[in-house]
């Protein structure tokens, strides 16, 4: 399952769903005003911090992502301050602090294979950024 998808085609359909075998529902996180392009911002979520990555103008159309903003190497809260770019062709974003790059399709880090970070589906819905969850959330890393 991807944490992007194109918000003018949404790869998730409103309501419960399953994922990996657990009931799920699309939760508001916050406005899309609080996005700012091509950058990252921080919004709390089930006990963590997730950075959302909005990249409006991408060739596949708009993308959105949420990755835990919590460096698994340091332990500090950074990630959502990271520089986004491609490398061997994923998009990624840099932490701040040792410069892992992590993919934010799926949070794995190119550099060191047994660091992650968690991901979560997320998607525009009008004016308001959701995300996907269990009912039962747990955004520990």
């Not at 991807?2 to 990996?20: E, F, N, R």
């Not at 911090?49 to 103008?57: E, I, K, N, S, T």
């Not at 992502?65 to 062709?89: C, E, T």
């Not at 880090?109 to 959701?130: A, M, Y």
Request: charged share 15%; hydrophobic share 40%; glycine share 8%.
């Amino acid at each position: 399952m991807s944490t992007a998808q194109s918000l003018t085609t949404p790869a998730w359909s409103q309501g419960s769903q399953q994922l990996q075998g657990r009931s799920t529902q699309w939760q508001p996180l916050c406005s899309r005003r609080d996005l700012v392009a091509h950058s990252g911002v921080v919004a709390w979520f089930a006990g963590a911090q997730v950075a959302l990555f909005y990249l409006p103008d991408m060739p596949e159309g708009e993308q959105l992502y949420a990755i835990h903003n919590r460096d698994p190497q340091s332990g500090a809260n950074v990630i959502g301050r990271g520089m986004i770019g491609h490398l061997h062709g994923s998009l990624v974003v840099a932490s701040p602090l040792y410069k892992q790059h992590f993919r934010l399709q799926d949070g794995q880090c190119l550099e060191q294979p047994e660091l992650s970070l968690t991901v979560w589906p997320v998607r525009l819905n009008g004016d308001q950024v959701e995300i996907l969850a269990p009912d039962s959330a747990s955004a520990s890393n």
